[in-house]
Structure formats: structure tokens, C-alpha cells
């Protein structure tokens, strides 16, 4: 309701009349925000190169000539990818954790090991790649997401404990 005032507001305002007169676009939003403490967005190395088959970060991604196609398996993946920086963004299990579908969840972190994390733990120990990190977006914003580091000397770090990787919420 207020948003809607702003706007009838802003609509009738005379510097949107002068500005309507010179052919400039009126004003006819306001864009509130917060300058409060938020959490910090990940470090993005430069030339890092995304995969994804999400519509919205391709189209957000366009202008950059940063974002790919999903390959449909890590070999084509690793022959495909020129740069030593890349993201792949798979985004299969956001529906299923949303709608608390438990059984699709399952069936989405098997294909997903299958497909993916599998071959690129191969990957890593044949040092095809140099390191490997896997960030799990969490549900909840206010939560922070899950973070992992791999790279191929860990696989000798025995003395750590295995951790869950990922469990609904």
C-alpha cells in the first residue's frame, strides 16, 4: 500500500513533469535498503568461468561472457573448460529441499554423486584439477551455506573425520 502511494506520488511530483519535458525517463520507484551489517558475497576470482543450466544466471551472466552451459558430464566439462577458475552451479535440489519432497532429494544426491562428485574426486586425485570447492547453498538465508575445500594431498589427511556432506533440512 505504500509503495502504491510512493508511485502516485511520484507520479504527479513536478520534477517528473521537468523531466518528462527535457525527454528523460520519469522517477517512479524508490529503491529502499538497508545499510545494516549483511554477510559478505563469496570471493569470485577473476576470469572464474560459470557452468550452469539456471536460466537466471545465464541471462545475469550474459553481458560478462562468463557463463556456459551445463556439460552433461565431467569429462566434457574438463575438456570444454579453458580457465583454471570454474563454478558449477547445480541447482537440482533446490525444488525438492523447498517442498520437503524427501524422496526426491534422495534421488537428486545420488545423480548428483553419480554424475558429478564422484567423477570429480577422480578428478582431483588424478590432478586433473588443482582444487575443488563445493559450496552448499542453504535454505534458509539467514543461515550461512555449507563450504568445502578439497584438494588432492587431503586424500592422505587420515586423521580427519568424515563429515556429512548434505541432509535436509
Not at 12 to 23: C, F, L, V
Not at 29 to 49: D, F, L, Y
Not at 90 to 113: R, T
Request: net charge neutral; with cysteine; proline share 6%.
Amino acid at each position: 500500500a505504500k509503495m502504491t502511494e510512493l508511485q502516485m506520488f511520484l507520479y504527479t511530483h513536478p520534477i517528473n513533469a521537468k523531466r518528462e519535458s527535457q525527454g528523460q525517463l520519469s522517477v517512479n520507484s524508490v529503491w529502499a535498503w538497508s545499510e545494516s551489517q549483511t554477510k559478505s558475497a563469496p570471493h569470485i576470482p577473476p576470469n572464474t568461468h560459470f557452468y550452469t543450466n539456471n536460466s537466471l544466471l545465464k541471462a545475469l551472466l550474459h553481458d560478462k561472457g562468463a557463463c556456459h552451459a551445463l556439460p552433461n558430464s565431467v569429462e566434457q566439462l574438463l575438456q570444454a573448460c579453458t580457465s583454471p577458475c570454474l563454478t558449477l552451479v547445480l541447482d537440482d535440489l533446490i525444488a525438492a529441499q523447498n517442498y520437503g519432497d524427501y524422496d526426491s532429494y534422495q534421488q537428486h544426491i545420488q545423480q548428483l554423486e553419480h554424475i558429478w562428485l564422484a567423477p570429480l574426486l577422480c578428478a582431483l586425485w588424478r590432478q586433473d584439477i588443482a582444487q575443488l570447492n563445493l559450496q552448499v547453498l542453504s535454505r534458509h538465508p539467514e543461515t550461512a551455506s555449507a563450504q568445502y575445500m578439497l584438494k588432492p594431498r587431503y586424500r592422505y589427511y587420515v586423521w580427519r573425520r568424515a563429515g556429512q556432506f548434505i541432509e535436509i533440512p
